[in-house]
Nanobody, 123 residues
Framework: QVDLVESGGGSVQPGGSLRLSCISY????????MGWFRQAPGKGREGVAS???????DYIDDVKGRFTISRDNAKNTLYLQMNSLKPEDKAMYYC?????????????????WGQGAQVTVSS
């Protein structure tokens, strides 16, 4: 079964914006930590941002001031607003959830994953 579904990927020029969405169909997963990860060709999966049930938010330094993670609990939807996009942001972006108590940006600590949304940034 599919528990997480991403949407909103696309292609933009440097400096452009995109908003990714992730819908959770499993309330127990939604109630725990959720995050966004990305993976470029030939590279490992990198944590981007996370949002814990208690409201704690975390970002990697590369996206601070440009990306914003948020939740709409009424819609069971997680968002990632991406502004001032750079060519190095090009990657497949994945929505993920973990049942662990922590909420760190480490891919091996997450239990559930979406199929991914492609983000391309080029002139």
């Amino acid at each position: 079964q599919v528990d997480l579904v991403e949407s909103g990927g696309g292609s933009v020029q440097p400096g452009g914006s995109l908003r990714l969405s992730c819908i959770s169909y499993a309330p127990p997963i939604w109630s725990n930590c959720m995050g966004w990860f990305r993976q470029a060709p030939g590279k490992g999966r990198e944590g981007v941002a996370s949002a814990k049930r208690d409201g704690k938010i975390d970002y990697i330094d590369d996206v601070k001031g440009r990306f914003t993670i948020s939740r709409d609990n009424a819609k069971n939807t997680l968002y990632l607003q991406m502004n001032s996009l750079k060519p190095e942001d090009k990657a497949m972006y994945y929505c993920a959830a973990t049942l662990a108590r922590g909420c760190r940006l480490r891919a091996d600590e997450y239990n559930y994953w979406g199929q991914g949304a492609q983000v391309t940034v080029s002139s």
